[in-house]
């Protein structure tokens, strides 16, 4: 079932890229982002780390040239290494829900950081839920309601 997810989001990614200009956090991102709809918190602490890489490059172009693969190199590592010490050391432990909240996947934070550079925040994250849904309601309808994580 993840792998539809993915795939949906790929294919709806695609279409939101293809039609209006704008990515939805990344290729891969709608689908994970979809497989966590149910889990708020999960995503808020990804969109938090996504953020804090944002800003973080955003300080750096102050500095350095950064743009096209270095960018996204960049977000990327960010994103994974601040993703790996809050999976680590439970930041995200204080967050108020019944299930573990962690960060999703190890690039999705800086694939939605990369996006928030080149295209804004809110472009981004509203682009990136309006995908998530869709593809979610099209697992819902696929798999009668039965759904996982």
């Known amino acids: 079932?993840?792998?539809?997810?993915?795939?949906?989001g790929v294919l709806i990614s695609l279409?939101?890229?293809?039609t209006f200009g704008t990515a939805a956090g990344g290729i891969v991102v709608a689908g994970y982002v979809a497989i966590y709809l149910h889990h708020?918190?999960?995503?808020?602490?990804?969109?938090?780390?996504?953020?804090?890489v944002y800003l973080i490059v955003k300080f750096l172009g102050k500095f350095m040239f950064i743009?096209?693969?270095?960018?996204?190199?960049?977000?990327?590592?960010?994103?994974?290494?601040?993703?790996w010490?809050?999976?680590t050391y439970g930041i995200f432990t204080g967050f108020p829900s019944n299930y573990p909240v962690g960060v999703i996947g190890?690039?999705?934070?800086?694939?939605?950081?990369?996006?928030?550079?080149r295209q804004g925040i809110i472009?981004?994250?509203?682009?990136?839920?309006?995908?998530?849904?869709?593809?979610?309601?099209?697992?819902v309808l696929i798999f009668g309601g039965k759904l996982f994580v």
């Open 1 to 8: 079932m993840v792998e539809v997810a993915i795939g949906l």
């Open 40 to 52: 708020p918190w999960t995503i808020i602490a990804t969109l938090i780390i996504s953020f804090l």
């Open 67 to 83: 743009y096209g693969r270095r960018r996204m190199v960049i977000t990327v590592l960010l994103g994974f290494i601040f993703g």
């Open 85 to 87: 010490i809050a999976r």
């Open 106 to 117: 190890y690039i999705i934070p800086g694939l939605i950081a990369n996006s928030m550079e």
């Open 15 to 18: 279409f939101f890229l293809e």
């Open 123 to 139: 472009r981004t994250v509203t682009v990136m839920f309006i995908a998530a849904v869709i593809v979610r309601l099209i697992l």
